[in-house]
T-cell receptor
Framework: GAVVSQHPSWVICKSGTSVKIECRSLDFQATTMFWYRQFPKQSLMLMATSNEGSKATYEQGVEKDKFLINHASLTLSTLTVTSAHPEDSSFYIC????????????FGSGTRLTVV | GENVEQHPSTLSVQEGDSAVIKCTYS??????FPWYKQELGKGPQLIID?????GEKKDQRIAVTLNKTAKHFSLHITETQPEDSAVYFCAASISGNQFYFGTGTSLTVIP
């Protein structure tokens, strides 16, 4: 089945630094990937839609200059949290749907970001 | 846009009993309804889904029902086991183009 690999699974960084999170579709191509943010005991909040070869589409209220998304290939999307602050600490999850086949989405395992 | 509501937010059942989680949606154009299970510190895992042309779907101990007229769908877990304990999310989508998630249900199965 479709597998999405997300890396790293957990990262701790200092305030002011940037962190890059990778989302890879291992056995399928995905023109579109999604990035979510999840606070403790809350639902997934869509941050942006990542489109291969074009600019990402950000949801209202999400700062595109702070959360940089790059979707350079059909199997890789990256989310970079720039100049991270403690309030950026959260669980970030990506998802992808195969360009062909099922309409269901597969989620990555998530990245827990802690900014100290 | 679509609004998905999910109830209850927490649910505790005795091992072996059944658990039911209900969701409602607002957009009649939604035609795909997946359910995800999320364990602590992990990403959501698809456990079952249903499309609008089907009223019910079953996979072993898990079943999902859909009432298009009333715009609600439910997850049924029978013979619950401790490993079923997790947070469950419903979602609604129009042909998989964008997913709207419910607020989640924390299920605890008591041994």
């Amino acid at each position: 089945g479709a597998v999405v690999s997300q890396h790293p699974s957990w990262v701790i960084c200092k305030s002011g630094t940037s962190v890059k999170i990778e989302c890879r579709s291992l056995d399928f191509q995905a023109t579109t990937m999604f990035w979510y943010r999840q606070f403790p005991k809350q639902s997934l909040m869509l941050m942006a839609t990542s489109n291969e070869g074009s600019k990402a589409t950000y949801e209202q209220g999400v700062e595109k200059d702070k959360f940089l998304i790059n979707h350079a290939s059909l199997t890789l999307s990256t989310l970079t949290v720039t100049s991270a602050h403690p309030e950026d600490s959260s669980f970030y999850i990506c998802s992808a749907r195969p360009d062909r086949g099922t309409i269901g989405y597969t989620f990555g395992s998530g990245t827990r970001l802690t900014v100290v | 846009g679509e609004n998905v509501e999910q109830h209850p937010s927490t649910l505790s059942v005795q091992e072996g009993d059944s658990a039911v989680i209900k969701c409602t949606y607002s957009d009649s154009a939604s035609n795909y309804f997946p359910w995800y299970k999320q364990e602590l510190g992990k990403g959501p895992q698809l456990i079952i889904d249903i499309r609008s042309n089907v009223g019910e779907k079953k996979d072993q101990r898990i079943a999902v029902t859909l009432n298009k007229t009333a715009k609600h769908f439910s997850l049924h877990i029978t013979e619950t086991q401790p490993e079923d304990s997790a947070v469950y999310f419903c979602a609604a989508s129009i042909s998989g183009n964008q997913f709207y998630f419910g607020t989640g249900t924390s299920l605890t199965v008591i041994p």
